[in-house]
């Protein structure tokens, strides 16, 4: 008999729990001892793809029997990822039963379903799963339709992660949301229609909120009471439509109603064509901010006068040519900033063109946060051949005071003189402290 044999019970279902779940199913193979010790393994994680018909069916035979012959006294975490494979194989009445199998006899913490090109509609799910009182953890991606009953209870859910599913009503996500008394980070992605007109986010708990919409979903407005909030990240990249163009500038795409978020620490907004003016009042309080908003034309910014005196980081999107009119107002309105950062999101769409910024006109005197407070200046991918970007980094360079570090990248494409031209330009530009340390990649 092997040593590893001999190892207890428990010892060996812990070393299986290291394991993807369908190799540890293949233990069982080895011996009459080991045949069933995957059974006990806490989490369970099915994930197939591009499966036939016939293995399609197999696999929900297996994973039926070996819900229903489990023997650990609770599944800690269930996770079925079902892609690409023979539609009508596994059907969505079997993913009705697992779930119902892991919520009624398992008491499972977290529960993750995947489903892509899964059904020709999205599948529902068991009404006990919106009444499970275990469930910490929920993650909803794809072809999954989100049927909230009347009566829901999640008592313990904290986390819940909804990816592109589609909803039974408009009213489905709220009636959801007010019954997770707990609830402390959400993710909301949308890139179809998916019968949700407004988002409302009304969870007194919630202390991280992630919305990601994209083409064709529709979005009248959001609505939000979340005192409890700590981070808060907004991406829509839907493109702008001829009657938002002809619309009054001084109003949003969607309308905006925010209760006031006086813990909020940290915001990331990524908006396509999208008003501001009325969203900056609620984000004057954060210490970091991240900014790509696509168009900073003047009417997209908000009005003089807010200031963001706790403001520590902040990082910029460079994507297009006018993004220094935010800036140079960010910078006046910020007087204790330490860091800035100046970048641009991958695969982000490239609406740089060598157009004046007119810095200089930008800012009457040198901003306070250059004098006293920024220690930290980078730049990823610094387009040097647009004399606006240069213009904006030499003015910086020449001013920032008390600066300890400053960091430029430049394209991997330009050629070495041309770096070396911009490298010497850019260092006679500098007039901050002798201890301060410049890189130049």
């Not at 044999?5 to 190799?23: C, I, R, Y």
């Not at 039963?97 to 090109?117: D, F, I, N, P």
């Not at 808060?232 to 163009?245: F, G, P």
Request: hydrophobic share 35%; net charge neutral; proline share 5%.
């Amino acid at each position: 008999m092997d040593k590893t044999s001999q190892l207890p019970d428990e010892l060996l279902v812990k070393v299986l729990s290291f394991l993807p779940t369908k190799d540890a199913v293949r233990t069982s193979l080895l011996s009459m001892r080991w045949k069933s010790l995957w059974m006990w393994l806490p989490k369970l994680e099915y994930d197939f793809r591009h499966y036939s018909v016939s293995e399609g069916q197999g696999l929900a035979r297996f994973i039926t029997l070996s819900l229903l012959g489990h023997k650990a006294p609770a599944i800690e975490s269930l996770s079925l990822k079902l892609r690409y494979g023979a539609i009508g194989s596994i059907k969505p009445e079997d993913i009705y039963l697992w779930v119902s199998l892991a919520v009624h006899g398992s008491s499972v913490r977290e529960l993750s379903l995947k489903l892509c090109t899964f059904a020709e509609r999205p599948t529902k799910l068991p009404k006990s799963l919106y009444k499970c009182k275990s469930i910490v953890i929920l993650k909803l991606k794809d072809e999954i339709l989100v049927d909230v009953p009347r009566k829901v209870c999640l008592p313990s859910l904290k986390t819940l992660f909804l990816g592109r599913v589609t909803y039974s009503d408009e009213d489905s996500l709220h009636r959801l949301l007010s019954n997770c008394p707990v609830l402390e980070d959400l993710v909301v992605e949308r890139d179809r229609i998916d019968n949700l007109g407004k988002l409302s986010v009304v969870v007194k708990s919630l202390q991280r909120l992630t919305l990601k919409m994209s083409c064709p979903c529709h979005l009248d407005g959001i609505m939000m009471n979340t005192p409890s909030l700590k981070y808060l990240k907004v991406t829509d990249e839907r493109q702008e439509s001829d009657s938002d163009n002809e619309s009054d500038s001084d109003s949003p795409r969607y309308f905006y109603d925010f209760e006031d978020m006086p813990k909020l620490e940290e915001a990331d907004f990524v908006l396509t064509f999208q008003n501001i003016k009325k969203f900056f009042k609620f984000v004057t309080s954060i210490k970091r901010l991240s900014l790509c908003l696509g168009v900073y034309t003047e009417e997209s910014l908000y009005h003089e006068g807010l200031v963001f005196n706790q403001l520590e980081q902040l990082k910029i999107c460079s994507c297009d040519s006018d993004w220094s009119i935010l800036l140079s107002r960010l910078l006046e309105s910020s007087p204790n900033l330490r860091e800035l950062e100046a970048y641009v999101i991958e695969d982000h769409p490239d609406r740089r063109v060598d157009l004046p910024n007119q810095w200089g006109n930008q800012l009457n005197c040198v901003p306070k946060c250059l004098l006293s407070s920024l220690e930290t200046f980078k730049w990823s991918e610094m387009y040097g051949l647009l004399q606006n970007q240069m213009d904006v980094a030499k003015y910086i360079l020449r001013n920032a005071r008390c600066l300890k570090s400053a960091t430029i990248f430049f394209p991997t494409t330009y050629a070495k003189e041309t770096r070396d031209e911009m490298i010497e330009e850019l260092s006679l530009s500098f007039q901050g402290p002798e201890t301060c340390q410049v890189f130049f990649h």
